[in-house]
């Protein structure tokens, strides 16, 4: 079986970018492939967090995971922190990776912004998310159109790192769905969901409540015409809708715009709200009962001890092919 890496961060509860983006893929990967799925807590520090916030956001997200539809059964479920291999492999990947490499990475540039107070953990943030994928010897990362930068320099790393060192890596490739890899904000859909948005109507998060998520998306911008179609250059806020109606449903988006041929914004929206209650309500009531759960520590500490196992073995690999004791 092919194996699959990816992480998600812990800052707050998953929104609908997140989960249609790259987590509700996991799932069905799950069945499929080797999985790893982690929560990279490591990769929170490159922002200021409160250390007790942080730790309650590594256990919810966690908790998610589960509330979606991952089974430790299937797929090993783990805290990045938890296994050490990580932040070593980062150091070793960091003597491989070259600073014109880094200074070209979009992310980096966008949350700096030129300023001198940002941590250096920001600026080599891609080679620790190089790692992450390396020490498992994943063949397939499903990443947000976003992170595909990031994920070419991972493949670079590997090559230069096989070349100069010997045959360690495998090359990892991306999976970016064809629909819904990029979800985009409600109230401003030519950038991104995110929840560091201005607004709260930015985005609609996985434990939102009924009233929150008809309130957001009744407000979501879409445009003068009435005109349901897909169109991302011009209708990007109904184009938007369209996605997001797409990918919780597992309906063609040209279905869609057959169904709703003639009918107006309002239809949309009021469907789109019944069925975005619909889809999340199960994720909830599983969130609600697993999240102060001991079960929840235990799949952890199981799933980190089986990460950890194969994680090893790569960094020996690399210490190894490096010339370490």
């Known amino acids: 079986m092919e194996r699959v ?14 989960y249609l983006g790259a987590m509700k893929q996991f ?10 799925f982690c929560v990279v807590n490591l990769h929170a520090l490159t922002l200021p967090r409160d250390p007790a916030m942080l730790r309650e ?39 491989v990776a070259r600073i014109g490499e880094l200074n070209r990475m979009v992310q980096y540039k966008e949350k700096s912004k030129g300023s001198e107070s940002v941590v250096a953990g920001l ?14 010897q994943a063949d397939l990362v499903p990443v947000g159109e976003d992170q595909k930068q990031h994920l070419e ?13 010997g045959e360690v890596f495998t090359i990892p490739e991306p999976m970016i769905g064809q629909v819904g890899a990029r979800i ?33 998306l009744k407000r979501a911008v879409t445009d003068s015409e009435n005109v349901i179609r897909f169109d ?10 369209l996605v997001i109606y797409s990918l919780l449903t597992d309906t063609p988006v040209s279905e869609l715009e057959k169904r709703y041929q003639g009918a107006g914004y309002g239809q949309l929206k009021k469907d789109l709200v019944e069925i975005t209650i619909d889809h999340l309500a199960p994720i909830q009531q599983k969130y609600h009962e697993i ?28 210490q190894e092919a490096m010339g370490l004791l």
């Not at 320099?153 to 096989?162: G, K, S």
Request: aromatic fraction near 6%; proline fraction near 5%; hydrophobic fraction near 35%.
């Open 5 to 18: 890496l990816s992480g998600v961060q812990p800052t707050g509860v998953p929104h609908l970018g997140n």
């Open 27 to 36: 799932v069905q990967l799950q069945d499929k492939a080797d999985c790893y």
């Open 232 to 241: 991302p250059e011009t209708k990007p806020g109904v184009s938007n809708l």
């Open 153 to 165: 320099l991972t493949r670079l790393l590997a090559e230069r790192f096989n070349r100069d060192y």
């Open 57 to 95: 956001n590594t256990l919810d997200l966690a908790a998610m995971y589960l509330a979606i539809g991952l089974d430790p059964n299937k797929a090993t479920l783990f805290v990045q922190s938890q296994v050490r291999a990580h932040s070593e492999a980062s150091w070793l990947l960091q003597c």
């Open 184 to 216: 985009m904000g409600l109230d401003n859909p030519e950038k991104k969901m995110s929840k560091s948005a201005e607004s709260e109507f930015n985005y609609i998060t996985l434990l939102d409540d009924p009233k929150k998520i008809e309130k957001k």
């Open 123 to 136: 600026y080599t943030y891609p080679v620790l998310m190089a790692a992450d994928i390396l020490i498992y």
């Open 291 to 318: 999240r102060r759960s001991q079960e929840l520590i235990s799949i952890l500490k199981e799933g980190a001890e089986r990460a950890a196992q194969t994680a090893d073995d790569t960094l020996r690999k690399m």
